[in-house]
């Protein structure tokens, strides 16, 4: 059974650091694309960033591009995401998410480009991040 694992969120001052992972189990991660995605209270669950496969191709939403770093240790089966200069709005669940398909690859490696959540197959639970001062 193919399971995804968040840790590392907590609540931090705006200003702060935080850093994400999310560990799979049951499977390797090297042939999955995978995304990180938040959903704030009574907000839609919003891409945050995507790393393609091969780890060469990193996206992220525009509102955290230059902040967030999106990374992956296939030796670990683990990818990451560290947060820095965190802002209240940023405050969220947050999730990771694996697909192998195609698709949802193509879509990472486009410049710019994040799948829809809907095109992801495997979620973990979510870590709730809070920016608050």
């Known amino acids: 059974q193919l399971h995804l694992v968040e840790s590392g969120g907590g609540s931090v001052q705006p200003g702060g650091s935080l850093r994400l992972s999310c560990a799979a189990s049951?499977?390797?991660?090297?042939?999955?694309?995978i995304g990180w995605f938040r959903q704030a209270p009574g907000k839609e669950r919003e891409g945050v960033s995507c790393?393609?496969?091969?780890?060469?191709?990193?996206n992220y939403k525009f509102s955290v591009k230059g902040r967030f770093t999106i990374s992956r240790d296939n030796a670990k089966n683990t990818v990451y995401l560290q947060m820095n200069s965190l802002k209240p709005e940023d405050t969220g669940i947050y999730y990771c998410?694996?697909?192998?398909?195609?698709?949802?690859?193509?879509?990472?490696?486009?410049?710019?480009?994040?799948?829809?959540?809907?095109?992801?197959?495997?979620w973990g639970q979510g870590t709730q991040v809070t920016v608050s001062s």
């Open positions: 049951g499977f390797t991660l090297d042939d999955y694309a």
């Open positions: 790393i393609s496969v091969s780890g060469d191709s990193l």
């Open positions: 998410a694996a697909d192998r398909d195609a698709h949802v690859h193509s879509m990472c490696v486009i410049p710019g480009g994040l799948p829809y959540a809907y095109e992801y197959t495997n």
